[in-house]
């Protein structure tokens, strides 16, 4: 069956604007979770959803990053004002229910701020 | 908070040869423990998890790691690398009543022929 998709594969952008990342999860899977990974770093934990809600919001740097799962299903990243430390990959994944499941990640979206 | 060192930033192996990955963890209690692994261009792949029971875990591709609360660690091996081996490699660890795992920085498996 079909993974965990992530639209665009690569995003540029200039310092100061708006971008939006697209995960698409495996169907079925009640829990989406958000990472980033810079150069040379493993993952880091952004925020992860249960359903339709943000079951865990802490990682989130600021409040220039949202994110959203209206229908419990697709997630957006949404990064406002964008800063070069901003650039890296931002990786999705989902598991089954959040309790210990694989979590299975997408092939992310690499992000770089000019 | 907990945390996951992974002490080889780099390892270099011959195919053929055996293979083992370091990883510290920092936490209180019993711990989750996680070894993934990223290939170029694709995915982060799970090879293993630990949550309890025995302490020595089997994975796929070969791949076993072994819980040792003594020395806080949860090193990855393979008895025989290929080629294919080559990719980057990650410990993390996840507490109790959370799944969420916090990753260690990785290591970089270049095998030789």
């Known amino acids: 069956g079909a993974g965990v998709s992530q639209t665009p594969s690569n995003k540029v952008t200039e310092k100061g604007k708006y971008v939006e990342l697209r995960c698409d999860p495996i169907s079925g899977h009640t829990a989406l979770y958000w990472y980033r990974q810079s150069l040379g770093q493993g993952p880091e934990f952004l925020i992860y959803f249960q359903g339709t809600g943000a079951a865990d919001d802490s990682g989130l740097p600021n409040d220039r990053f949202f994110a959203v799962r209206p229908e419990g299903s697709v997630s957006t990243l949404k990064i406002q004002r964008t800063e070069r430390g901003d650039s890296a990959v931002y990786l999705c994944?989902?598991?089954?229910?959040?309790?210990?499941?694989?979590?299975?990640f997408g092939p992310g979206t690499r992000l770089t701020v000019l | 908070a907990q945390s996951v060192t992974q002490p080889d930033i780099h390892i270099t192996v011959s195919e053929g040869a055996s293979l083992e990955l370091r990883c510290n963890y920092s936490?209180?209690?019993?711990?989750?423990l996680f070894w993934y692994v990223q290939s170029p261009g694709q995915g982060l792949q799970l090879l293993l998890k630990?949550?309890?029971?025995?302490?020595l875990v089997q994975g796929i591709k070969g791949f076993e790691a072994e819980f040792k609360r003594s020395q806080s660690s949860f090193n990855l091996r393979k008895p025989s690398v290929h080629w294919s081996d080559a990719a980057e490699y990650f410990c993390a660890v996840a507490s109790g009543g959370s799944y969420i795992p916090t990753f260690g920085r990785g290591t970089s498996l270049i095998v030789h022929p």
């Open positions: 936490y209180g209690a019993t711990p989750y």
């Open positions: 994944a989902s598991s089954f229910d959040g309790r210990g499941n694989e979590q299975f």
């Open positions: 630990y949550f309890s029971g025995d302490t």
